[in-house]
């Protein structure tokens, strides 16, 4: 399934983004969903999860209580909000999805990728 991420853009630090990541296809409800990012220079790192039935959210420890990850079924989306932003939050940001039963817990791997989004925060 191909999965469209968008929202990124340049903040202040403080500030706040919220991320989409939507597919066209209703399959996409059966996928659980991942953020992850990259900066120039690191490696590629989980930011955040959240089942397929959206009951279950999973947080890198450098964001928990600052990002909420949340999901639309009916407009196929996932939502990355975003706030306290920091400089080194900057990165670009990719959602992934992987296809689940509906009690399956957050998977570690993902098999589909959807483009990235840079989100640039200025100190």
């Known amino acids: 399934v191909q999965l469209q991420a968008s929202g990124g853009g340049l903040v202040q630090a403080g500030g706040s983004l919220r991320l989409s990541c939507a597919s066209s296809?209703?399959?996409?409800?059966?996928?659980?969903v991942a953020w992850f990012r990259q900066a120039p220079g690191n490696e590629r790192e989980f930011v955040a999860a959240?089942?397929?039935?959206?009951?279950?959210?999973k947080y890198a420890d450098s964001v928990k209580g600052r990002f909420a990850i949340s999901r639309n079924n009916d407009m196929r989306t996932i939502f990355l909000q975003m706030n306290s932003l920091k400089p080194e939050d900057t990165a670009v940001y990719y959602c992934?999805?992987?296809?689940?039963?509906?009690?399956?817990?957050?998977?570690?791997?993902?098999?589909?990728w959807g483009q990235g989004t840079q989100v640039t925060v200025s100190s």
């Open positions: 296809r209703t399959i996409f409800n059966r996928y659980a």
């Open positions: 992934a999805g992987k296809s689940t039963i509906l009690s399956a817990p957050i998977p570690v791997d993902y098999d589909n």
């Open positions: 959240i089942s397929r039935s959206g009951g279950d959210t």
